[in-house]
């Protein structure tokens, strides 16, 4: 059997720069797998790779077993991926509303009703322009609107970010109900803790590689493993009262002067 | 009603009125089709002007759909008012001269003007998109120069003779054939306009300006939305040039000019862009400004106009409407 996802020694990057190097691994239909690592070494680059917004040097994606390694971007969404980017970019002149009809797919399994069960938030806020939204409400709407695609694979790049905790629960209580649904779930994550909770299945980048695949449980069990993968020094910085992730964001900006991930490339590049 | 019982019985219904509560008619909306009526009665000496005041928001509104929409920048929308024009004029001097069926050959031609050139223009962005859409206007008027056989060159087409629009009314010396009949194509288009914008395909042309990106990870292939908004404005530019030359019954050079590019921008800049009645306010505002101008201060008009224009750019940006819509705001905040 074909898996959902599959990247074959994927070299990747923007314009002649190489961010991914010789990255391979494999996704099966409704798995949910984390991604960690410090900033910089490709976690948000390699959501792009398979949205088709980087430049593939080498190597090829298939999706259920298609070749999409030169499919562009709206073929891939198309084709059942979702891409619930970090800065949630919802559409500012757009209504709530607006935003999931502008993302609809006739016939799809999701409708506005079922995106507005899954955040009822929504359903109240409906009228309203998305850059009236509070964060939290923004994070909803962006997540929705990438279930308006009908995705089989959604990506999630830090989607907990910036949220109030209350807000963090109810995204992630959302996100489950979604992988009963048999969604896949690729989620780049600083809350180490939450992400490992949240996922079976932890992938760990260093520089454009990954350097460790394997069950969530074993790294939630093994703080100095963790801390090692993550290039924090100590145990003591992993094992704090807010999971870790405050300390985690300081040791990287210790560490400091890794390339940050590209966030806005310029456009048809 | 509790929250979770709300969405399952409302949400259908609720849902369709939240798309189609911007969609709905609101009154004010009647407001520019009253006064085009009202200055048909109250203004008979000047329907001529009038005329030329609807086409120029025909062409205003048809930038709209490209500049305010799809946030495509363009400094040569003129290419397909002129070839509009320019058609309309040729057909009538062949012997076409049923103006309805001419306006919409002439709609068709530049619409499919504007699918060539936009399959290569549209490949580029910001000032290189600018510069390449100027680039064809001014290849246009230069080639309507030079075929002097075909356009009259700068001496542009003339003695051209409409028939009677529906076999029955003439094209009065008193224009008012002409003003009701630009009236009904450019009510006729505002409804097409309207009902594109508010439409999924319209507001997609709204998300692919805010983020392009964004819209193609949501499986919208944006070059293809960005050609087909370009090809209906270029269409509807193009009947508003025909509009004019079966009104005025004549076509020159200036009608693929730089400066009628430059001036539709100035018109819906000082009405306020992306909001479908910028056009309808700046487009007679700049006429009218022109004509009251022009007979006051024949020397100096172009310099008030530029003053407004300044004005209006530092004070009110969003143009005329987005003033309007700061002042009711303020008004509202008041009352409460």
């Known amino acids: 059997m074909s898996a959902l996802l599959a990247l074959e020694r994927v070299s990747a990057g923007y314009g002649a720069t190489t961010v991914l190097d010789d990255l391979s691994f494999r996704l099966e239909a409704g798995e949910i797998c984390a991604i960690l690592g410090r900033n910089g070494v490709g976690k948000t680059t390699l959501l792009r790779t398979i949205m088709g917004h980087t430049r593939l040097h080498r190597g090829t994606l298939h999706l259920a077993g298609r070749d999409a390694s030169t499919l562009p971007p709206y073929r891939r969404a198309r084709a059942g991926v979702g891409f619930v980017p970090q800065e949630r970019e919802v559409f500012p002149s757009l209504s709530v509303a607006e935003n999931l009809a502008v993302a609809a797919r006739r016939g799809g399994a999701w409708t506005m009703e079922r995106a507005f069960l899954l955040f009822p938030r929504l359903a109240e806020r409906r009228r309203s322009m998305a850059d009236r939204l509070s964060g939290g409400e923004q994070q909803m709407l962006s997540i929705a609107r990438a279930l308006m695609g009908d995705p089989r694979l959604l990506l999630l790049d830090e989607p907990m970010e910036g949220l109030a905790p209350v807000i963090v629960d109810s995204v992630l209580d959302a996100l489950a109900s979604l992988r009963a649904g048999g969604i896949a779930m690729l989620l780049v994550e600083q809350h180490a803790r939450r992400a490992l909770d949240f996922a079976p299945r932890t992938l760990v980048m260093d520089r454009g590689r990954i350097v460790h695949d394997g069950p969530s449980a074993q790294l939630r069990d093994d703080s100095e493993r963790l801390a090692a993968l993550l290039g924090v020094r100590g145990p003591e910085h992993i094992s704090s009262r807010d999971g870790g992730a405050g300390d985690l964001r300081r040791a990287e900006a210790e560490s400091g002067a890794d390339d940050r991930d590209q966030r806005h490339i310029p456009e048809g590049s | ?336």
């Open chain 2, 1 to 336: 009603m509790s929250a979770e019982a709300a969405p399952l019985t409302a949400a259908p219904s609720a849902a369709v009125a939240a798309i189609l509560g911007r969609h709905r008619l609101r009154a004010v909306e009647a407001l520019p089709w009253l006064c085009a009526g009202l200055g048909f009665f109250a203004l008979p000496d000047y329907l001529a002007l009038g005329s030329q005041i609807l086409i120029m928001t025909l062409f205003a509104m048809s930038l709209d759909l490209v500049l305010g929409y799809a946030g495509i920048v363009t400094l040569g929308h003129a290419a397909f008012f002129g070839t509009g024009a320019y058609v309309a004029g040729i057909l009538a001097l062949h012997g076409w001269s049923e103006p309805i069926s001419a306006l919409a050959i002439a709609g068709a031609a530049a619409g499919l003007l504007g699918v060539a050139t936009g399959l290569i223009v549209l490949r580029a962005r910001g000032l290189a998109l600018l510069m390449l859409t100027l680039v064809v206007a001014e290849m246009l008027q230069e080639a309507a120069n030079k075929l002097g056989w075909l356009t009259g060159g700068t001496d542009g087409l003339q003695g051209i003779t409409i028939a009677p629009l529906l076999g029955r009314f003439d094209f009065d010396l008193f224009g008012r054939t002409a003003y009701l009949y630009s009236l009904a194509v450019l009510l006729l288009a505002w409804w097409l306009v309207r009902r594109i914008v508010h439409s999924p395909f319209g507001h997609s042309l709204t998300g692919l300006r805010e983020s392009a990106i964004r819209m193609r990870a949501i499986g919208a292939p944006v070059f293809r939305r960005r050609l087909r908004a370009y090809a209906v404005s270029a269409a509807l530019a193009g009947i508003a040039g025909a509009l004019l030359t079966q009104t005025t019954q004549f076509v020159g050079l200036q009608v693929l000019s730089f400066e009628l590019s430059g001036t539709v921008l100035v018109m819906l800049v000082l009405g306020g862009i992306g909001r479908l009645y910028g056009a309808f306010i700046g487009a007679p505002l700049y006429m009218i400004a022109q004509d009251q101008l022009a007979k006051q201060d024949p020397v100096n008009w172009l310099f008030w106009i530029g003053l407004l224009l300044v004005l209006i750019v530092f004070f009110a940006r969003g143009g005329i409407l987005g003033l309007v819509d700061r002042i009711l705001m303020a008004m509202g905040r008041r009352c409460a």
